[in-house]
């Protein structure tokens, strides 16, 4: 492999450097866990990578808790987000999905960002914080950043909605407004951590004391183009109390997440098989 390196120490340096590439081609690396195994398959010739492993800026490497939201930075690695006490308390869902993720040495240096950016329709991160309504802060070259939700930042397979002159900066998460939570990560896949997955569901339900549904997200993965956030699923939630959900129920909204997704035939598993299994798992949501 033969390509060229630019490693910049901080955000003004970063900024420089994208730049000063923008008529080149370049891709950002951080953990490599991905891009060189790309580089691989297909020659990086002429191309500059932009190392981000050296840079030091709390926005990009740290995990906040920032006016009612959590801000997770694109450089923050996996394990990270397995080890922290908050976000395992408070968002069951995003710490079971990263422990999920491909094995422990993986997680050490593999980042948030460059796992989101990747835009796998397989990817348990990105389910896990579709269901989760978080929020993509993206930079430009011009130091201006664009909000925007990650249901909409995934345009389709490997596919994201990051321009040339931008990046990744940070996830935002909003707070929960219940401590009452149902959340949680459910992953079907032949080897567990270590393979993409066939079917995942991703949930996170905040609730009244009574057990009424007060705030509720669904997303579903592997059985789309993109990750699917489960709005019509979500809506009717919201009238229930999951004390109450009785067996015809469970059957309704097991249909109503099924019908969410669209599945293809691939190496993996069948559309047909992926339809099925993601009933059976959304039926035992609320067993």
């Known amino acids: 492999m033969n390509f060229e390196i630019e490693s910049p120490l901080n955000k003004e340096e970063l900024l420089?450097?994208?730049?000063?590439?923008?008529s080149k081609k370049f891709r950002f690396g951080a953990g490599f866990t991905d891009l060189l195994i790309e580089f691989k398959k297909f020659n990086p010739v002429e191309t500059t990578v932009?190392?981000?492993?050296?840079?030091?800026?709390?926005?990009?490497?740290?995990?906040r808790n920032d006016s009612g939201e959590i801000q997770?930075?694109?450089?923050?690695?996996?394990?990270?987000?397995?080890k922290d006490t908050y976000i395992k308390d408070n968002f069951p869902v995003l710490h079971q999905a990263a422990n999920a993720l491909a094995s422990g040495?993986?997680?050490?240096?593999?980042?948030?960002g460059g796992n989101i950016c990747q835009a796998s329709p397989s990817g348990d991160l990105s389910c896990a914080l579709v269901s989760l309504k978080a929020n993509c802060e993206i930079l430009n070259i011009d130091g201006k950043i664009r909000?925007?939700?990650?249901?909409?930042?995934?345009?389709?397979?490997?596919?994201?909605?990051l321009q040339k002159n931008e990046i990744l900066k940070s996830i935002s998460i909003p707070i929960n407004h219940s401590k009452n939570l149902k959340s949680g990560y459910i992953k079907i896949g032949k080897r567990s951590?270590?393979?993409?997955?066939?079917?995942?569901?991703?949930?996170?339900?905040?609730?009244?004391?009574?057990?009424?549904v007060k705030h509720a997200g669904i997303a579903i993965g592997a059985v789309g183009p993109t990750i699917i956030f489960c709005q019509e699923t979500v809506d009717f939630l919201l009238k229930q109390n999951i004390n109450n959900i009785d067996e015809v129920l469970k059957l309704k909204i097991a249909s109503m997440i099924q019908n969410a997704s669209s599945p293809i035939d691939d190496a993996r598993a069948s559309a047909w098989y992926r339809h099925q299994v993601l009933y059976n798992v959304a039926k035992s949501l609320f067993e």
């Not at 420089?16 to 923008?22: D, F, G, V």
């Not at 932009?50 to 995990?63: H, R, T, V």
């Not at 951590?193 to 009424?212: D, T």
């Open 105 to 112: 040495q993986i997680r050490e240096v593999a980042t948030v």
């Open 72 to 82: 997770i930075g694109s450089l923050v690695k996996l394990a990270q987000i397995c």
């Open 50 to 63: 932009i190392n981000l492993a050296q840079l030091k800026d709390e926005e990009f490497c740290s995990i």
């Open 16 to 22: 420089k450097t994208l730049s000063n590439l923008q």
């Open 147 to 161: 909000n925007q939700a990650i249901s909409e930042f995934f345009k389709g397979p490997g596919k994201t909605s």
């Open 193 to 212: 951590a270590m393979e993409c997955s066939i079917v995942s569901l991703a949930y996170h339900f905040q609730l009244e004391k009574n057990g009424k």
